[in-house]
């Protein structure tokens, strides 16, 4: 007999436990079985096999789902990695991997044992229960459950199972999600045979048999049979007739759910690269050619401004690999960039680009999963869950907009940030890494300036021109197909001055005038602000009451479309009060804003403006990024009006104005990378103006003109921002100088949860002293930036300092916390 190491389903189970196999199941490393585990059956992946059990008694396998592991060696090994390293159980890192629809779970089943024996020993429920299971083949848990109370039948089944009355069985379900399939019809005798059975039935009054056949004699190839069913008016029945006399065949093929069916990209060849680009590409082709260490990842960091040609730069980088061989993956930080990236892929590698991201139906994922783990994918692209892609022979991933908060898993465990499991996903595969961003991650440029990563620059602008000859701003077309354009003007505007010149406006006189200019000139524009809604909070000036979440600690907030009053965070809602609970005022203010407040306020500036809303509240149905992109594109619309997923990648030539509302909604959060977030904002939206062919403007609202962040973000001078911002982290002992581990415990009980976080943030003080780690530092207990969420309290610890993992492996963490290494939030 031959045992199995199983990564289980459990809560709290960071290892495997050891299993036997039965000798009928084809069990291999990376086999997604179901085995017994307690009083329940789990949901398992094995990781090994072996010879001899590591424990004394073991239980059999109950279940295994395929004869061929779904999991490679490969992923087994980055699952133990990521398992290590972010601190979670091996399951939770090997759920990433998972196709859809494999975590279903088996249903239980019970029969009767013949001959039954003396029952008097058993008890009234034992026996109802039992008498129950006899009167049928076999009963499920479920109905038993209905019977009895889940637990109680759970109970009794368990006992019989043990007296060997009855016997324990498991079926996994139906599957859910299965290939489409349409039933196609074609001719299956001759010609001739069929023309004599038209001549033959014609005789004998079958009309609908006739049509048929005649309509199939005129088909040069296999037809839907729902088609000719419909176009002829006749029934099932009838072609059954004709199928059962083999004068025709109806066969079954599964048809592709493509969701990329929406696009109408014609195929293209690459063009050629600007100067730049080409000097870019040739450092990257070289170290790439000349590589000879495989067990060190090839990283290069492509720090291209926004406009520079990244993107071509990847599609060169595909291009490389394809032709020997291999295979890519591209990540996004947002679904809502990629139709652009997707366009670009697609009209290179027409046919052969996979996308997966959340978005997509369950037939689609299915689909999508199947055909890139066949190899039918040159290259996958999306969010950051599309990095456990089946994508077989991998030898490139790229990281887009690699500084994107959007890479780090925050809600659930394994909390891993996408691009150090790329990397390390490319040391096991031999792959190579192209990290590209306008305003890389802090840590990432500090790498390297280190040498760990191939720093590789893009700083020149390129604007896509035509066969013409033209003069730009500053430069000229150095080839017919592009020419060089500067970065955008912009302006920083001081709010505080506004006000004090009567101006209570949110949008400042000179960025009305900017857009009103724009648009007499048949330009477009971008406003952003980084808040959805239409105020921010409401408050009665009376008492001073907020309407807040009754389960969160937050404000509730505004939308007037929707005449609600909404959390953000748990969803929760109530109808516009019309006074204050507290006091009865009916005067009510309407504070903050939010995109809804920004479309109110253009709207009535600018009544004759054609606006469109781009956020999470409005991009719901299916493909509504492409829709709204495309209007946008199309010029149907002249100011867009939206939050984070305009800032990003989206690349709109007749955008010559954008305009920032409040550059202060993340720069005073209480997280030591506030500065670093404002920047790198800026910077993404200043880069959508003026990508087309004439002059970008920026302007920037706040009321901290002089913060460094916004200072450099106008002068678009990362390497200004990065030295301030380098020597604040070294200062501090921040990242890249030390690692952070954050936990927290929530409970719903304030008292306990506070005493629990001290009790914990004891033992961990009690362990550095012990240690005698004086460059390891705690801070905590504290309560986080939102300290109630969803009904729970939340207080957290920080650890700061090296090697602070290792340390944390020796002290006992109980149910109920949340570890995060590396968090990107702090607050």
Same mark, same amino acid.
């Given at each position: 007999?031959?045992?199995?190491?199983?990564?289980?389903?459990?809560?709290?189970?960071?290892?495997?436990?050891?299993?036997?196999?039965?000798?009928?199941?084809?069990?291999?490393?990376?086999?997604?079985?179901?085995?017994?585990?307690?009083?329940?059956?789990?949901?398992?992946?094995?990781?090994?096999?072996?010879?001899?059990?590591?424990?004394?008694?073991?239980?059999?396998?109950?279940?295994?789902?395929?004869?061929?592991? *779904?999991?490679?060696? +490969?992923?087994?090994?980055?699952?133990?990695?990521?398992?290590?390293?972010?601190?979670?159980?091996?399951?939770?890192?090997?759920?990433?991997?998972?196709?859809?629809?494999?975590?279903?779970?088996?249903?239980?089943?019970?029969?009767?044992?013949?001959?039954?024996?003396?029952?008097?020993?058993?008890?009234?429920?034992?026996?109802?229960?039992?008498?129950?299971?006899?009167?049928?083949?076999?009963?499920?848990?479920?109905?038993?459950?209905?019977?009895?109370?889940?637990?109680?039948?759970?109970?009794?089944?368990? %006992?019989?199972?043990?007296?060997?009355?009855?016997?324990?069985?498991?079926?996994?379900?139906?599957?859910?999600?299965?290939?489409?399939?349409?039933?196609?019809?074609?001719?299956?005798?001759?010609?001739?045979?069929?023309?004599?059975?038209?001549?033959?039935?014609?005789?004998?009054?079958?009309?609908?048999?006739? $049509?048929?056949?005649?309509?199939?004699?005129?088909?040069?190839?296999?037809?839907?049979? &729902?088609?000719?069913?419909?176009?002829?008016?006749?029934?099932?029945?009838?072609?059954?007739?004709?199928?059962?006399?083999?004068?025709?065949?109806?066969?079954?093929?599964?048809?592709?759910?493509?969701?990329?069916?929406?696009?109408?990209? $014609?195929?293209?060849?690459?063009?050629?690269?600007?100067?730049?680009?080409?000097?870019?590409?040739?450092?990257?082709?070289?170290?790439?050619?000349? /590589?000879?260490?495989?067990?060190?990842?090839?990283? @290069?960091?492509?720090?291209?401004?926004?406009?520079?040609?990244?993107?071509?730069?990847?599609?060169?980088?595909?291009?490389?690999?394809?032709?020997?061989?291999?295979?890519?993956?591209?990540?996004?930080?947002?679904?809502?960039?990629?139709?652009?990236?997707?366009?670009?892929?697609?009209?290179?590698?027409?046919?052969?680009?996979?996308?997966?991201?959340?978005?997509?139906?369950?037939?689609?994922?299915?689909?999508?999963?199947?055909?890139?783990?066949?190899?039918?994918?040159?290259?996958?692209?999306?969010?950051?869950?599309?990095?456990?892609?089946?994508?077989?022979?991998?030898?490139?991933?790229?990281?887009?907009?690699?500084?994107?908060?959007?890479?780090?898993?925050?809600?659930?465990?394994?909390?891993?940030?996408?691009?150090?499991?790329?990397?390390?996903? $490319?040391?096991?595969?031999?792959?190579?890494?192209?990290?590209?961003?306008?305003?890389?991650?802090?840590?990432? @440029?500090?790498? $390297?300036?280190?040498?760990?990563?191939?720093?590789?620059?893009?700083?020149? &602008?390129?604007?896509?021109?035509?066969?013409?000859?033209?003069?730009?701003?500053?430069?000229? @077309?150095?080839?017919?197909?592009?020419?060089?354009?500067? *970065?955008?003007?912009?302006?920083?505007?001081?709010? /505080?001055?506004?006000? &004090?010149?009567?101006?209570?406006?949110?949008?400042? /006189?000179?960025?009305?005038?900017?857009?009103?200019?724009?648009?007499?000139?048949?330009?477009?524009?971008?406003?952003?602000?980084?808040?959805?809604?239409?105020?921010?909070?409401?408050?009665?000036?009376?008492?001073?009451?907020?309407?807040?979440?009754?389960?969160?600690?937050?404000?509730?907030?505004?939308?007037?479309?929707?005449?609600?009053?909404?959390?953000?965070?748990?969803?929760?809602?109530?109808?516009?009060?019309?006074?204050?609970?507290?006091?009865?005022?009916?005067?009510?203010?309407?504070?903050?804003?939010?995109? %809804?407040?920004?479309?109110?306020?253009?709207?009535?500036?600018?009544?004759?403006?054609?606006?469109?809303?781009?956020?999470?509240?409005?991009?719901?149905?299916?493909? +509504?990024?492409?829709?709204?992109?495309?209007?946008?594109?199309?010029?149907?619309?002249?100011?867009?009006?939206?939050?984070?997923?305009?800032?990003?990648?989206?690349?709109?030539?007749?955008?010559?104005?954008?305009?920032?509302?409040?550059?202060?909604?993340?720069?005073?959060?209480?997280?030591?990378?506030?500065?670093?977030?404002?920047?790198?904002?800026?910077?993404?939206?200043?880069?959508?103006?003026?990508?087309?062919?004439?002059?970008?403007?920026?302007?920037?609202?706040?009321?901290?003109?002089?913060?460094?962040?916004?200072?450099?973000?106008?002068?678009?001078?990362?390497?200004?921002?990065?030295?301030?911002?380098?020597?604040?982290? /070294?200062?501090?002992?921040?990242?890249?100088?030390?690692?952070?581990?954050?936990?927290?415990?929530?409970?719903?009980?304030?008292?306990?949860?506070?005493?629990?976080?001290? &009790?914990?943030?004891?033992?961990?003080?009690? +362990?550095?002293?012990?240690?005698?780690?004086?460059?390891?530092?705690?801070?905590?207990?504290?309560?986080?930036?939102?300290?109630?969420?969803?009904?729970?309290?939340?207080?957290?610890?920080?650890?700061?300092?090296?090697?602070?993992?290792?340390?944390?492996?020796?002290?006992?963490?109980?149910?109920?916390?949340?570890?995060?290494?590396?968090?990107?939030?702090?607050?």
């Amino acid at each position: 007999m031959h045992y199995a190491e199983v990564a289980v389903n459990s809560p709290g189970s960071h290892g495997t436990f050891c299993y036997a196999i039965p000798l009928k199941f084809n069990v291999q490393p990376g086999s997604i079985v179901w085995v017994p585990f307690g009083s329940r059956v789990a949901h398992g992946v094995v990781v090994q096999i072996s010879d001899r059990p590591s424990v004394e008694n073991t239980k059999e396998i109950a279940y295994y789902t395929d004869d061929y592991p *779904l999991l490679s060696l +490969k992923q087994i090994e980055l699952a133990y990695w990521i398992s290590q390293h972010y601190i979670s159980s091996l399951y939770d890192a090997f759920s990433l991997m998972f196709p859809p629809e494999i975590g279903r779970k088996p249903g239980t089943y019970f029969q009767a044992v013949e001959p039954i024996g003396n029952l008097s020993s058993l008890t009234e429920e034992q026996k109802r229960l039992l008498h129950i299971v006899m009167k049928k083949s076999k009963v499920s848990l479920k109905d038993l459950g209905k019977e009895f109370g889940l637990k109680k039948a759970e109970l009794l089944s368990s %006992q019989l199972v043990s007296y060997r009355l009855v016997t324990r069985k498991y079926e996994i379900p139906q599957v859910k999600v299965k290939p489409k399939q349409l039933a196609y019809i074609s001719l299956k005798a001759s010609n001739n045979e069929v023309e004599n059975e038209i001549k033959r039935l014609s005789k004998t009054r079958a009309p609908k048999q006739v $049509a048929v056949l005649d309509y199939l004699l005129k088909q040069s190839q296999s037809i839907p049979l &729902r088609e000719l069913i419909n176009k002829l008016e006749c029934s099932l029945r009838t072609v059954r007739a004709l199928e059962n006399r083999q004068l025709l065949s109806i066969n079954t093929v599964n048809i592709r759910r493509d969701p990329l069916s929406y696009l109408k990209s $014609a195929p293209t060849l690459p063009p050629p690269l600007a100067p730049s680009q080409s000097v870019a590409w040739n450092t990257i082709e070289t170290d790439w050619d000349n /590589r000879n260490n495989f067990t060190d990842p090839l990283v @290069f960091l492509l720090f291209g401004i926004t406009g520079s040609g990244k993107t071509e730069i990847y599609l060169r980088a595909l291009d490389k690999v394809v032709s020997g061989g291999k295979r890519g993956i591209c990540l996004v930080p947002e679904i809502a960039l990629t139709p652009q990236t997707v366009e670009r892929f697609a009209a290179r590698y027409s046919g052969r680009v996979g996308i997966l991201h959340s978005g997509l139906s369950p037939g689609e994922q299915y689909d999508e999963w199947q055909r890139i783990k066949e190899g039918k994918c040159d290259v996958v692209i999306g969010p950051r869950s599309a990095l456990f892609a089946p994508q077989p022979d991998l030898g490139l991933i790229i990281i887009d907009e690699e500084h994107g908060q959007m890479y780090k898993q925050e809600d659930r465990s394994p909390r891993y940030h996408a691009r150090e499991v790329a990397i390390r996903l $490319a040391q096991l595969s031999s792959a190579v890494v192209i990290l590209g961003s306008a305003t890389p991650d802090v840590t990432s @440029f500090y790498k $390297a300036k280190l040498g760990k990563y191939r720093l590789v620059a893009l700083s020149r &602008r390129i604007i896509s021109g035509s066969d013409t000859q033209k003069t730009g701003r500053d430069g000229y @077309f150095p080839s017919p197909s592009f020419y060089y354009s500067t *970065l955008p003007e912009v302006k920083i505007v001081d709010m /505080r001055n506004e006000l &004090r010149e009567g101006n209570i406006s949110i949008i400042s /006189r000179s960025l009305l005038a900017g857009i009103e200019k724009a648009l007499q000139q048949d330009d477009q524009v971008i406003l952003f602000i980084n808040r959805r809604g239409t105020a921010t909070f409401v408050r009665c000036p009376d008492c001073g009451f907020v309407f807040r979440c009754p389960r969160c600690s937050v404000a509730l907030t505004y939308h007037s479309q929707k005449g609600r009053l909404i959390c953000h965070h748990c969803r929760h809602f109530i109808s516009v009060p019309h006074s204050c609970p507290q006091c009865s005022g009916a005067r009510l203010s309407f504070l903050g804003i939010g995109t %809804q407040k920004v479309v109110d306020e253009i709207s009535k500036a600018l009544p004759d403006a054609k606006l469109l809303r781009w956020d999470s509240d409005v991009v719901g149905p299916k493909h +509504k990024h492409e829709e709204l992109l495309a209007d946008f594109r199309n010029h149907k619309a002249d100011i867009l009006i939206g939050t984070q997923m305009i800032a990003k990648g989206l690349d709109l030539p007749q955008v010559t104005l954008a305009g920032i509302i409040s550059a202060d909604t993340s720069i005073n959060l209480p997280d030591f990378r506030a500065g670093e977030q404002t920047f790198q904002l800026l910077c993404q939206v200043a880069g959508r103006a003026g990508r087309g062919f004439k002059a970008g403007k920026v302007i920037i609202q706040t009321f901290s003109p002089d913060n460094y962040a916004i200072q450099s973000a106008a002068r678009h001078d990362y390497p200004g921002f990065y030295r301030d911002e380098i020597n604040y982290r /070294r200062q501090y002992n921040y990242p890249p100088f030390s690692q952070l581990i954050r936990l927290i415990y929530s409970h719903t009980n304030n008292e306990l949860c506070q005493r629990e976080a001290k &009790r914990l943030g004891q033992s961990i003080y009690n +362990k550095i002293q012990e240690k005698g780690a004086s460059k390891t530092s705690l801070i905590g207990p504290i309560p986080t930036y939102v300290s109630r969420l969803r009904g729970r309290y939340r207080w957290q610890l920080i650890l700061r300092g090296h090697d602070v993992a290792e340390l944390l492996s020796n002290v006992k963490i109980t149910a109920g916390w949340t570890i995060d290494v590396d968090p990107v939030r702090v607050s």
